[in-house]
């Protein structure tokens, strides 16, 4: 069955760097445009960053834009978010999840999460 | 408007029938998805296009929309769908996703 396992959280301090993984498994993971969308505890969703099923297309939302960059290795079904000067309001569950496919059809499959402190 | 609106909270009596709203300009244009997230859970996609359903979902969730406003119905709401709903939609032009702010459902 199609599975999708968040790795990289931590508790950082402000200003610092981390990377996220997102190991997929039980599909061609090469097909799919992949996205990652994080959740403040207790808050609402947030889209933050999109990266084509070849790697060549990348966005980001505007709270994000030039801190985080978004990568894939297809050869290993895993998709990073690598997030730099990291501030407290970055402080969220990060989830990955599987878009659909064109027209944008929603996203289909999200993993448990990968949880992001960022404090002093 | 880059921003899809939805109602905070609603209410359902148990086998009630209850539609929970999405509001925003881009929804003239593009279709809205609709998950579903329960306490400590991943989102779950419930609804898409103009009325489709993962394979799984129940046929109680249906979707339909109009002008700016998309909805979601359960029709004969159970127990097990008290949840957070969420909307979203694409802009194409900026190629980013939006999601609205939720809409905590309670069925009494």
């Known amino acids: 069955q199609v599975q999708l396992v968040e790795s990289g959280g931590g508790v950082v301090p402000p200003g610092t760097s981390l990377r996220l993984s997102c190991e997929a498994s039980g599909f061609t993971f090469s097909y799919y445009a992949m996205h990652w969308v994080r959740q403040t505890p207790g808050m609402g969703l947030e889209w933050v960053a999109v990266l084509s099923s070849d790697g060549s297309k990348r966005y980001f939302s505007d709270s994000v834009k030039g801190r985080f960059t978004i990568s894939r290795d297809n050869s290993q079904n895993t998709l990073y978010l690598q997030l730099h000067s990291l501030r407290a309001e970055d402080t969220a569950r990060y989830f990955c999840?599987?878009?659909?496919?064109?027209?944008?059809?929603?996203?289909?499959?999200w993993g448990q999460g990968t949880l992001v402190i960022v404090s002093s | 408007s880059s921003e899809l609106t939805q109602d905070p909270a609603v209410s359902v009596a148990l086998g009630q029938t209850v539609t929970i709203t999405c509001q925003g300009d881009?929804?003239?244009?593009?279709?809205a998805s609709w998950y579903q997230q329960k306490p400590g859970q991943a989102p779950v996609l419930v609804v898409y296009?103009?009325?489709n359903r993962p394979s799984g979902i129940p046929d109680r969730f249906s979707g339909s929309g109009s002008g700016n406003t998309a909805s979601l119905t359960i029709t004969g709401a159970q127990a097990e769908d008290e949840a957070d709903y969420y909307c979203?939609?694409?802009?194409?032009?900026?190629?980013?996703?939006?999601f609205g702010g939720g809409t905590k459902l309670t069925v009494v």
């Open positions: 979203d939609s694409r802009d194409i032009s900026a190629n980013h996703v939006v």
């Open positions: 296009g103009k009325d």
């Open positions: 881009r929804l003239r244009t593009y279709y």
């Open positions: 999840a599987r878009d659909q496919g064109l027209p944008y059809s929603g996203l289909d499959q």
